[in-house]
């Protein structure tokens, strides 16, 4: 549908034409904005970068040569009467902007969106004689012009404003007319193009014209033939100087020659000079390297590297994705010791193929002391492996490596420029490493110029070594194609116990008392595993006179307590504190250093212009800069460096940013600033739904800010409480509704006032408690093994959270406003030791909660307490699915007996991808994991639904049954006066060519009692409407365990007659809408004619009737000539368990 200004001047105004009305609008305002950004953003980058100066420049090509179409008001736009040549774009319309894009600049950006936006325009405002506009038409035509604007860089929240907006008639009639203007003036253009091209007709013509008279005059020219044949004597002598021309010009190329060579030889870093370099890079890191100053704050602190490192704990990634201890590497220069020694052992020599390592921590976790200690090693001969190690901070880039390693390590006098260096490193590539730390650090503006990312993933440099570290949650997608992937997970308690006596060596006794207390107090001992903590818990042993703090968030409140005091103290020795106050001067610097915080991590930035803090904070910028808790950071440029500064650790950033947005909230008079600080921390909108996304993203990005502002509120985060709980209340999918109460869950597990505070955010969750997000969201999916550590507390602070609300509503009394938690989804397949601990609690609020009617628990284990998770009160579905996770055969009985205990049961699922045994467990047999199918059915009156599904059975017993009949359980679905539906199916996994040397077992599985209760069944239940019955018995072989033994399973055979009386109880069962039977009944001629015939006649009441017969008789011949007996059969297929 397009559209045009309507001819007449005053339309009349109906839906139909607001519509258009609002669609004009759309694309005069938004449109022309985004095209007049464009044109301002590239005359920025021109020389010079002023639209008055390349409009006063370009003036003659414009007017005369270039746009000898511009009509007069453009002209006048550009060039008015008054010879007030604009300098900005604003009152360009989008015809004029196009035209200044397209004559003054090179390669705009977006032309193809542009000229979509073009022929949308044109296209629904140049051929239609009305604004009308139907609701079908108006959406499409939103929709397709909206995607062309957030291409272009346009806001699609603000588009989404516009739309809900109203339109002023005569704003929308000034929208037609400028509309109806344009498309004339395209038009104008194009008649004008039409009539150039008949010129250029005319202009061919005239050429052709001319081209009979140029062969006039070459007869004229044949006439002068004979005169220049007189010349050809004096061309002879003009011959010999050419050739010694010929002479010069060949003397010139070998000079030309020699000069090449000359500069190849510059290109190439002089062997003095590679010592230079490598002399330069020993010293910096045996030096600079060598000692750490950890807390600004602390002068006198300054340890040397040697004696207080402390070895960590680090875990390998494997091929299936899970992280292993790894006892042989506690610190960085293990791992290429290892990689030798593996190359060494497979192929004899040194080269490894293992390039790119990545290496992931949390925060204060030892990373960067790690790096500095790698690099420390290199510079006293303890990594010979290679020659040059060039150790980079992320946090400090700002271009190329190439230029980086001269910015951050080599001194201006290096004998070398930067293009020998890289020639050298291109040269020599297996012998050089490179120490990529802190790739989150790297701001984006970085990223946009560096090459580092190529470096990392291998498009650059592809054969150096590369090890680089990086927060768990972050980079993801930038390290994907690491060989190796490493994680630290930090001190062992024994790491710590090392740390801490090394760090008193002077004092053991002090030492002895601290490891002590900290062995009897479960939250630190949780705490010091962090080398960070471990190291400020010390600081503040031995400046609070033997005092500890009690958990994290006071160990950060008394560290900048402490500096801040030490401050004040140093200013003025006298001075007597009382309590925890501090001077006003001071506490507004600590205000604005949280305020630089929270500031500098929303705009990606750790390092702050010491200029810029004096600027904007004025007097109270010296405070900030010499209390203690920033760092003067000068590293960045060993050539040029700048006055920067930085936070000791991006964590106290993080800390100080959440006490800055906890003062706010705190204090009623700045409250509502402080609440604007949070909507932005968590992904809170004032959109009429939750934006599920930007919640997620959020709280990927300011994770540990979030955690920390929690903590630090405690019982005084009820504000922040309540506006989750508003957000709750808002319009919403049930998917956004599951994952957004998943996080107001865990946020409230994570504070300390989380029991008193659920009442708040109760009554508005979503009635399914599920940790979907954490284990399965596609927003996650694939490397969740990368945050296991955070989605681990996660997990345990969500299982808390819902404690609390489950105790909160078990406390309602139900009526039909009553919102409670009805459903929840568990997921196993993460959980830890720690995260068992809060088993207990959640065991609690769930023993008498009569409110939960279904549990689905997904990757169950031998640890996973059912009692706990499948509370025997009014629960009518359960759902057990393990898809990633191996079960044994006694906690599959388990799970069957526990949920025959739970009397309500109207729906149960149980889906096991494989059931084993256990080493040391009994074997089970199948009849009795049948004898309790059975039992559940019997005991459960009122059960409608039951799927059993079984992927892979195995055993390691060859006396094990590994089948039965299905008598008992048919049995008793014979009798239930309930039961709709019943599916039960042992699928085969995988199929292969296999041939076995050896002896063979042969279990008989006897199908006629089966085909007998399976025909009395259809016979006396009137209530079933599906019943699946499938097995993959025919294509089994089953592993004992040794090579040379194997169990093969064949049938007894079963009579026609019996076939034939099933076939009867099936045609006569009206109420089965679902009957298949897979591969358990054998194959003969007259079975297959009953089967058929029952087919042909299939009564009506079926949605599906599929019956499959399998050659028993074949697979078993085949089965007997691989295991070394001739039976003349074929190679056939098998299922292994």
């Known amino acids: 549908m397009a559209l045009s200004k309507p001819s007449s001047p005053d339309p009349v105004y109906t839906p139909g034409t607001a519509r258009?009305?609002?669609?004009?609008?759309?694309?005069?305002?938004?449109?022309?904005?985004?095209?007049?950004?464009?044109?301002?953003?590239?005359?920025?980058?021109?020389?010079?970068?002023?639209?008055?100066?390349?409009?006063?420049?370009?003036?003659?090509?414009?007017?005369?040569?270039?746009l000898r179409y511009l009509n007069s008001g453009q002209r006048k736009t550009l060039y008015p009467a008054s010879g007030d040549v604009p300098d900005t774009a604003q009152g360009f319309d989008i015809s004029l902007l196009e035209l200044l894009l397209k004559e003054l600049c090179q390669n705009p950006p977006y032309s193809g969106e542009r000229d979509r936006l073009r022929r949308f325009r044109n296209a629904n405002y140049g051929h239609r004689p009305s604004t009308n506009l139907s609701e079908g038409d108006f959406d499409r035509l939103w929709k397709e012009l909206t995607d062309i604007l957030a291409v272009l860089g346009g806001d699609r929240n603000r588009i989404s404003r516009m739309l809900n907006s109203s339109i002023d008639r005569q704003l929308a009639a000034e929208h037609f007319a400028l509309l109806d203007r344009l498309y004339k003036e395209d038009m104008e253009v194009k008649q004008a193009l039409g009539s150039l091209k008949k010129g250029q007709d005319g202009l061919k013509q005239g050429q052709d014209s001319l081209k009979e008279g140029q062969d006039s005059l070459k007869e004229g020219q044949d006439s002068l033939k004979e005169g220049q044949d007189s010349l050809k004597e004096g061309q002879d002598g003009l011959k010999e100087g050419q050739d010694g021309l010929k002479n010069g010009q060949d003397s010139l190329k070998n000079g030309q020659g020699c000069l090449k060579e000359g500069q190849d030889s510059l290109q190439k870093l002089p062997p003095d000079a590679v010592d230079d370099v490598i002399g330069c890079l020993k010293n910096l890191y045996a030096t600079e390297y060598a000692h750490v100053r950890p807390l600004p704050w602390c002068e006198d602190l300054n340890l040397h590297l040697g004696e207080v490192y402390t070895n960590l704990q680090l875990q390998y990634r494997d091929g299936r994705g899970r992280f292993q201890d790894t006892d042989t590497i506690v610190n960085l220069a293990d791992i290429y010791s290892t990689c030798i020694r593996k190359v060494e052992d497979m192929h004899g020599d040194f080269r490894s193929a293992i390039r790119k390592i990545r290496v992931e921590g949390d925060p204060g976790i030892g990373k960067s002391c790690s790096c500095q200690k790698l690099a420390f090693d290199w510079s006293c001969g303890k990594l010979n492996r290679f020659k040059v190690v060039f150790f980079l901070e992320m946090r400090h880039l700002s271009g190329k490596v190439k230029d980086a390693?001269?910015?951050?390590?080599?001194?201006?006098?290096?004998?070398?420029?930067?293009?020998?260096?890289?020639?050298?490193?291109?040269?020599?590539?297996?012998?050089?490493?490179?120490?990529?730390?802190?790739?989150?650090?790297?701001?984006?503006?970085?990223?946009?110029?560096?090459?580092?990312?190529?470096?990392?993933?291998?498009?650059?440099l592809r054969n150096c070594h590369v090890l680089v570290t990086s927060r768990p949650y972050h980079c993801v997608k930038d390290l994907r194609k690491c060989h190796q992937f490493y994680r630290i997970v930090g001190y062992t308690k024994e790491h710590s116990d090392v740390f801490i006596r090394k760090y008193f060596c002077q004092?053991?006794?002090?030492?002895?008392?601290?490891?002590?207390?900290?062995?009897?107090?479960?939250?630190?001992?949780?705490?010091?595993?962090?080398?960070?903590?471990?190291?400020l818990i010390c600081v503040l042993w031995d400046y609070n006179n033997k005092e500890l703090p009690s958990s994290k968030a006071e160990l950060y409140q008394d560290i900048v307590y402490s500096v801040a005091k030490r401050f004040c103290k140093k200013r003025d020795p006298d001075?007597?504190?009382?309590?925890?106050?501090?001077?006003?001067?001071?506490?507004?610097?600590?205000q604005d250093l949280g305020k630089l915080s929270w500031e500098g991590l929303e705009q990606e930035q750790l390092q702050f212009n010491i200029d810029e803090i004096t600027k904007k904070y004025g007097t109270t910028a010296d405070n900030m800069l010499n209390m203690g808790l920033l760092t003067r950071d000068y590293s960045f440029s060993r050539i040029r460096p700048k006055c920067y500064c930085a936070f000791l650790h991006k964590t106290f950033q993080e800390y100080m940013a959440a006490r800055y947005i906890s003062g706010l909230v705190m204090d009623e008079s700045s409250r509502e600033e402080g609440m604007k600080c949070v909507c932005r921390l968590f992904g809170l909108s004032d959109a009429s739904v939750v934006d599920r996304e930007l919640v997620i993203s959020c709280h990927d990005r300011y994770r540990e800010v979030q955690n920390w502002l929690l903590l630090i509120l405690g019982e005084n985060i009820w504000p922040i409480i309540e506006r989750?709980?508003?957000?709750?209340?808002?319009g919403q999918t049930d998917e956004d509704r599951d994952t957004f109460s998943f996080f107001v869950i865990m946020w409230l597990g994570r504070t300390c006032a989380g029991g008193e505070?659920?009442?708040?955010?109760?009554?508005?969750?979503?009635?399914?408690?599920?940790?979907?997000?954490?284990?399965?969201?596609?927003?996650?999916?694939?490397?969740?093994?990368?945050?296991?550590?955070?989605?681990?507390?996660?997990?345990?602070?969500?299982?808390?959270?819902?404690?609390?609300?489950?105790?909160?509503?078990?406390?309602?009394?139900?009526?039909?406003?009553?919102?409670?938690?009805?459903h929840l989804t568990f997921n196993f397949v993460w959980t830890d030791a720690a995260q068992h601990e809060t088993f207990g609690l959640l065991e609690r609020a769930l023993s008498d909660y009569d409110k939960l009617r279904s549990v689905t628990l997904y990757d169950i284990g031998d640890d996973t307490p059912l009692q706990t998770f499948i509370p025997r009160c009014r629960i009518e579905r359960v759902v057990i699915r393990n898809y990633r996770r191996n079960i044994s055969h006694m906690l599959l009985l388990s799970t069957l007996e526990h949920l025959s205990a739970v009397s309500t049961i109207e729906h149960a699922e149980v889906i096991v991808r494989s059931v084993s045994c256990v080493p040391g467990e009994r074997g089970v047999d199948f009849t009795e994991l049948e004898r309790r199918l059975a039992n559940m059915i019997a005991s459960h009156s009122r059960l409608r639904f039951l799927r059993f599904e079984v992927d892979t059975w195995e055993f390691d017993n060859r006396k094990t049954s590994a089948f039965c009949n299905l008598t008992a359980t048919l049995q008793s679905i014979s009798e239930h006066a309930r039961l709709e539906v019943f599916m039960f199916m042992l699928i085969d996994a995988g199929f292969g060519q296999c041939v076995y040397d050896g002896t063979i077992d042969i279990e008989i599985f006897d199908v006629e009692p089966m085909v007998h209760e399976l025909?009395?069944?259809?016979k006396k239940n009137k209530v079933l409407k599906t019943l699946w019955l499938g097995w993959g018995i025919g294509d089994i072989v089953l592993d004992c365990g040794l090579y040379d033994t194997h169990q093969i399973f064949t049938y007894r055979d079963c009579s026609d007659e019996s076939l034939s009386r099933l076939c009867s109880a099936i045609r006569e069962n009206r109420t089965l809408e679902t009957l298949v039977v897979k591969e358990m009944l054998p194959y003969s001629d007259n079975r297959a004619a009953i089967i058929s015939e029952l087919m042909r006649n299939k009564p009506s009441n079926y949605k599906e009737l599929s019956i499959t017969l399998t050659d028993r008789s074949t697979e078993y011949g085949r089965c007997l000539m691989h295991a070394g007996h001739d039976s003349g059969g074929s190679t056939g297929r098998y299922v292994r368990f």
Not at 423 to 452: M, P
Not at 724 to 730: I, P, V
Not at 1015 to 1018: G, I, P, Q, S, Y
């Open 575 to 590: 001075m007597e504190f009382e309590g925890d106050q501090l001077t006003p001067d001071v506490v507004e610097a600590l």
């Open 405 to 460: 390693i001269f910015k951050q390590l080599l001194p201006e006098d290096t004998k070398t420029t930067p293009d020998q260096l890289w020639s050298y490193i291109q040269e020599n590539q297996d012998d050089v490493l490179f120490i990529l730390d802190g790739l989150d650090e790297l701001s984006q503006a970085a990223r946009e110029v560096t090459d580092v990312v190529k470096l990392i993933q291998g498009k650059i």
């Open 757 to 822: 505070l659920a009442e708040i955010v109760a009554p508005c969750l979503s009635q399914h408690a599920t940790d979907e997000h954490v284990a399965f969201n596609n927003h996650h999916f694939g490397e969740y093994t990368s945050t296991l550590y955070q989605r681990n507390l996660d997990h345990i602070n969500w299982v808390v959270g819902l404690a609390y609300v489950l105790a909160f509503q078990k406390k309602l009394s139900l009526h039909h406003n009553t919102s409670v938690i009805r």
């Open 20 to 66: 258009g009305a609002k669609l004009a609008a759309l694309l005069v305002d938004e449109g022309t904005s985004l095209v007049r950004k464009i044109f301002e953003d590239e005359v920025r980058n021109m020389n010079p970068p002023s639209l008055r100066g390349q409009l006063q420049r370009n003036k003659r090509y414009l007017c005369q040569c270039g």
């Open 1015 to 1018: 025909t009395e069944c259809l």
């Open 507 to 535: 004092s053991p006794e002090s030492a002895s008392k601290l490891v002590k207390q900290l062995h009897s107090n479960s939250n630190l001992a949780q705490i010091v595993v962090n080398p960070l903590c471990n190291l």
């Open 724 to 730: 989750l709980a508003e957000e709750l209340k808002k």
